[in-house]
């Protein structure tokens, strides 16, 4: 695989345990000390080397406590990922390397936020966000369906959605808008120590990544 030859462009959003809006868009320790959270990619363009990732999706289950974007932390996620079914084998491995962080830029960077990867599983994801980002929610088989509309309110331009930029804390890394999303879906099963848990919180960020960035 070709680790210097790679760009991903696409579009992020989460669900989580915490109280919106999210801790963690502000660099901060989660609403309870400790989270539970979805995380959905979509790849709309995308290679690694010669392998194409067009249209393919990744979802992580995961958990941490403490506050992961402390410098030194000690904070770190356990994850499972759901790698989309439809990729061939080369697509599912590329997908795998770079979500666990083995091809650096950004998806590296996360990725040693990372302290245990329980499981990966292959899986039929379905993805669907509105282009003004009225909404957006993910599936995957019967295991997981999350999702949520744009938050909005009695002094909000309804024409207009509620974003951060500069955000401390962005998922998909520097430089990108969050838009905060009210939860309307949050069933997340997966691995051995997943359990429900109220979806409180949910954001979606562009992405574009390469291998300096």
Request: glycine share 12%.
């Amino acid at each position: 695989m070709d680790k210097t030859n790679w760009h991903l462009e696409g579009e992020w959003f989460d669900v989580c345990s915490c109280s919106l809006p999210c801790p963690c868009t502000f660099a901060q320790a989660p609403t309870n000390g400790s989270c539970l959270f979805t995380l959905v990619w979509k790849v709309h363009e995308g290679h690694i080397g010669d392998v194409r990732l067009d249209g393919l999706a990744v979802v992580a289950l995961g958990e941490f406590a403490g506050n992961m974007w402390a410098e030194n932390t000690d904070s770190r996620m356990s994850v499972m990922f759901y790698i989309d079914a439809k990729g061939t084998p080369a697509q599912r491995d590329a997908l795998e390397q770079l979500f666990r962080g083995n091809v650096g830029g950004w998806p590296g960077t996360f990725g040693a936020l990372i302290g245990d990867v329980r499981e990966v599983r292959y899986a039929p994801i379905t993805f669907d966000a509105a282009e003004d980002l009225e909404y957006w929610r993910a599936t995957v088989s019967d295991r997981v369906s999350v999702g949520a509309k744009a938050l909005t309110g009695p002094t909000a331009d309804p024409g207009r959605r509620v974003q951060l930029v500069n955000a401390p804390g962005a998922e998909v890394g520097p430089g990108q808008v969050a838009t905060w999303g009210v939860v309307e879906a949050d069933q997340a099963e997966g691995f051995d120590f997943s359990r429900p848990y109220r979806g409180g919180s949910s954001k979606h960020f562009p992405f574009d990544w390469r291998p300096d960035v």
